[in-house]
């Protein structure tokens, strides 16, 4: 890690270089005084000069090559490969295609490029043959982080090539629109995986039992991907497990059931998950998972987690479980509070709640009372500290809601409010001094917990 003052210092040379690159150009009189000033630039460094060039773009990295001999083709070794939208944008593919190979070409002998980040959207996809031989080229020289994003082309996503499974030391993989079909490998260096709308493309005769091992992964996260389900993970480090987005539902969780180390669990499908599939029911968690943290759960997951809960509590709870954020709350559901009772009542260490109320379905307080009521003199919540209230809008369910919560909690000390977008400032001021009397009401704990009211989104 790089810290703040190591930062300051690179940006502060990066300043000094822009500052000799602009009299250069505007004073060529002034080239014998400024030289004998630029070469002491040549006396950087390679990984200081390295550094420099990490925090801007491509094109700014080209320009200062004329600061100094030493940095005449740095630019185009430096370890780290990233090209970005802002870099494409103004460029067709062949110039696009001409900088990267040229690029490429000078790796070929120096220094390998360890991290390569790629927007593709400026290659049509007529053209992904050429993504192939870059792949081939990074494949063979000890890469280490990779990112293809692909986002804008939704109708041609980039099938990844073999040789991409066969990069040993890769411990980074961000990819975004791309179809996988990974052969029977282990990716034993990998760290983290982060995939989002990709597609698993398995072999039908081999898909019921393919395994993927990733010995050392630590993070692992889905967004919108398909084609999971005959997929099964085999992750012992595994510490943060996140699944989001329509689609989702269909991957099998029994197959992160040894991830004994697993600190954090975000699982948001954002539709109806099937319950003819073999579950993992909530009062099951605290035991397949004894060092969760972090759970984040939307409405389906909840239903989905929760299928098979008995009136009487179990007396295991999930005593190490944090922080806990709940997604798209429907209040006005019956069944989907006494879920959410259960939730909080077997939380007795919670510190942070976060939730997300629906109210796009609101026509009244149509569940009753006593189910948000029961929200009430709730023990476990002795230990809550943060409560955040994402996309307020006002209403009389989130009213009933934050202030049963308010009452079972002595130890409160911020409320934290980002309002709905359809939330004016006269609406949002309303909300505010609503809060601020909450704190005040008669029955209500001592404490004075801080109002923290998040700016409107401009529209």
């Not at 980074?172 to 996988?180: D, R």
């Not at 934050?402 to 000390?413: C, D, E, N, Q, Y």
Request: charged residues 20%; hydrophobic residues 40%; glycine residues 2%.
């Amino acid at each position: 890690m790089i810290s703040s003052h190591h930062l300051l210092c690179v940006l502060s040379i990066y300043n000094v270089a822009c500052f000799y690159l602009i009299i250069l150009y505007f004073f060529p009189q002034m080239n014998k005084r400024v030289a004998v000033e630029v070469d002491r630039l040549s006396d950087l460094p390679i990984n200081v000069i390295n550094l420099i060039q990490e925090y801007v773009h491509l094109d700014a990295a080209a320009r200062m090559s004329i600061l100094s001999s030493k940095w005449r083709y740095i630019w185009a070794s430096h370890p780290k490969l990233l090209i970005y939208e802002h870099f494409s944008r103004n460029r067709n593919q062949s110039g696009i295609i001409h900088v990267i190979n040229k690029i490429l070409s000078n790796h070929s002998f120096g220094e390998p490029i360890k991290t390569f980040f790629l927007d593709i959207i400026p290659i049509h996809f007529s053209d992904h043959s050429l993504l192939d031989q870059w792949m081939l080229f990074l494949s063979k020289n000890g890469l280490l982080e990779l990112t293809l994003k692909n986002n804008n082309n939704v109708n041609a996503p980039y099938k990844l090539p073999l040789c991409v499974y066969s990069i040993v030391l890769l411990q980074q993989l961000y990819l975004s629109n791309c179809i996988l079909q990974p052969p029977s490998c282990n990716f034993r260096r990998l760290e983290n995986i982060s995939l989002t709308d990709v597609i698993f493309d398995l072999d039908n005769e081999s898909s019921s039992c393919f395994v993927l091992c990733l010995p050392i992964l630590k993070k692992l996260s889905f967004v919108r991907c398909r084609g999971l389900y005959p997929l099964n993970i085999h992750a012992p480090q595994l510490v943060s497990f996140s699944m989001s987005g329509r689609g989702s539902g269909t991957f099998n969780l029994h197959s992160i059931l040894k991830c004994q180390k697993l600190d954090e669990l975000i699982y948001y499908p954002q539709e109806e998950v099937s319950q003819n599939d073999e579950m993992i029911n909530m009062p099951q968690l605290p035991i397949i998972f004894p060092k969760i943290r972090h759970f984040v759960f939307d409405r389906y997951s909840l239903k989905f987690m929760a299928s098979g809960i008995v009136a009487k509590w179990l007396p295991r709870s999930f005593k190490t479980l944090n922080i806990l954020h709940l997604c798209d709350l429907d209040l006005n559901n019956t069944e989907q509070m006494r879920y959410l009772v259960y939730l909080l009542t077997s939380c007795p260490n919670l510190s942070e709640l976060c939730t997300v109320i629906d109210c796009t379905k609101s026509n009244g307080l149509k569940a009753s009372l006593s189910e948000i009521q029961r929200c009430k003199n709730i023990k476990e919540l002795n230990n809550l500290e943060i409560l955040n209230l994402k996309e307020f809008q006002g209403s009389l369910e989130e009213y009933w809601f934050v202030m049963s919560v308010r009452a079972s909690t002595p130890l409160l000390k911020k409320i934290i409010v980002s309002f709905h977008s359809g939330v004016d400032e006269e609406k949002a001021s309303r909300i505010y001094q609503w809060l601020i009397s909450l704190t005040m009401l008669p029955g209500s704990p001592l404490n004075k917990p801080q109002i923290i009211c998040e700016p409107l989104e401009k529209i």
